[in-house]
């Protein structure tokens, strides 16, 4: 379940996307690879109607989790330039929260 507070912060985020004419280039870049990753995974739906070499699945799958984690990488990164940049120039609770919400994403991702 969110918050409240990011529920807010994500209607920001689309708001101010919309004042600057359109999606934030990084997200661009993440829709085309999630398009590509699409693809993989329908490919590896196709392995195993076919009942593929497992190794071989394994390995599509191995591939398509790394291609996840460099989506997740842009997106992480954009995160940091903007949204928690913006917050500790602002100083205040705000900033407080994005920070604790971001050190929760490095101890869940393991970083």
Known sequence: MESTSNIGKRETVKQNDQEKGGPHPINEKAQKRLRIIGGQVRGIQKMIEEEKYCIDILTQISAARAAMNSVAKIIFKR?????????????????????????????REGI
């Not at 995160?79 to 602002?90: D, E, F, L, S, T």
């Not at 100083?91 to 994403?105: P, Y």
Request: net charge negative; hydrophobic share 40%; with cysteine.
């Open 79 to 107: 995160h940091i330039g903007n949204c928690v940049a913006n917050a500790i120039k602002g100083n205040g609770e705000t900033s407080r929260e994005l920070l604790d919400e971001l050190m929760q994403v490095f101890i």
